[in-house]
């Protein structure tokens, strides 16, 4: 197009033309996958505890559910300090109390939390979930 000839609506045209071009090459590059994966009552067990020990939390919603919810390691902590067992509450303890004074520069409470069988107590408590076992019917071990 010669821009001494073109008239005034011609160069408009063509500037939208381009801006809409660039617009629909900005849409192709846009990945349009959530990041965040959802899980519900028939996900596979292995892919929430790998989801929780990538990301720290998990979105949760069961076909009962209108939204989903978000549980976090700390959603997992305490639902092991109301029901877990004993050894369970020993070692939260033993690690919130060797933080709390900073022991070893914390590297007695790394070396509790790290040996805690996480991916047990995060799969009991996705289970219950799935289940959609209420909280008064629960049983402590």
């Not at 790998?50 to 919603?61: D, I, L, N």
């Not at 790290?114 to 219950?128: G, L, N, P, Y």
Request: with cysteine; glycine share 2%; charged share 25%.
């Amino acid at each position: 197009m010669n821009l001494y000839e073109a008239s005034n609506f011609d160069l408009e045209e063509a500037a939208q033309d381009w801006r809409d071009a660039r617009f629909a090459d900005y849409l192709n590059q846009i990945d349009h996958e959530p990041d965040t994966k959802i899980f519900d009552e028939k996900s596979s067990m292995v892919d929430i505890v790998w989801e929780m020990s990538m990301e720290r939390k998990v979105s949760f919603c069961a076909s009962w559910q209108v939204y989903p919810q978000i549980y976090s390691v700390t959603d997992v902590i305490v639902d092991r300090l109301e029901w877990g067992s004993d050894e369970d509450r020993l070692a939260i303890a033993q690690c919130f109390g060797s933080a709390m004074y900073n022991q070893e520069k914390g590297v007695k409470s790394v070396e509790i939390a790290q040996a805690v069988d996480m991916h047990i107590w995060v799969s009991s408590f996705f289970k219950i979930l799935q289940k959609n076992v209420p909280t008064y019917l629960r049983v402590s071990e």
